[in-house]
């Protein structure tokens, strides 16, 4: 098998998505425990699962896993947009929180130009025209919806983290 430049996002997925089950997985536990539910608590589990939130991430995760097998529009749809949706939610935190450290602006500039590297790699011709086979034609209308579910999804995240900001 032959490396191809678009391994490098796949790769980064497969490490993201590890990393974003098993926090995911273990805070919901954590959640468990705190909470006084037993282990087989039906109804504990259904509440915790509600109050926690801690699976949301998990969810959205799994699209791009599920785009990284699929070499067609779809598979790169789903990959791009989690791309998308990581930057414009990134760019929220920035702008709605305060950095008084300087080590968390740095970490924050740092991803967000790893996530844009990521993105131009996945317009890369050789990627979309080549590795996903999308026509030239529905490149760009595809890379701007990717672009807005991207976005949406992102303020719709933000929102539910911060729903405490709607109210007066």
Same mark, same amino acid.
């Given at each position: 098998m032959k490396f191809k430049i678009v391994h490098v996002v796949h790769a980064t997925i497969f490490v993201l998505a590890g990393y974003i089950y098993y926090s995911g997985i273990a805070y919901f536990i954590d959640f468990l425990r705190l909470g006084g539910y037993g282990e087989y608590d039906y109804y504990g589990i259904i509440g915790s699962l509600e109050r926690s939130r801690s699976l949301h991430a998990c969810i959205l995760i799994t699209f791009p896993l599920i785009g990284v097998f699929l070499k067609n529009k779809i598979g790169w749809l789903f990959v791009t947009s989690y791309l998308y949706l990581i930057s414009w939610y990134s760019l929220f935190q920035f702008s709605m929180d305060e950095f008084s450290d300087f080590q968390g602006l740095v970490? =924050?500039? @740092?991803?967000? !130009?790893?996530? @844009? *590297?990521?993105?131009? !790699?996945?317009? *890369?011709?050789?990627?979309?025209?080549?590795?996903?086979? !999308?026509?030239?034609?529905q490149s760009f209308g595809i890379n701007i919806l990717a672009c807005v579910l991207g976005l949406c999804f992102s303020t719709? =995240?933000?929102l539910a983290q911060n729903l405490h900001l709607l109210s007066y």
């Open positions: 970490f =924050l500039v @740092t991803f967000v !130009i790893v996530i @844009t *590297l990521l993105l131009i !790699i996945m317009n *890369l011709k050789r990627v979309v025209f080549g590795y996903y086979k !999308i026509d030239k034609n719709l =995240l933000y």
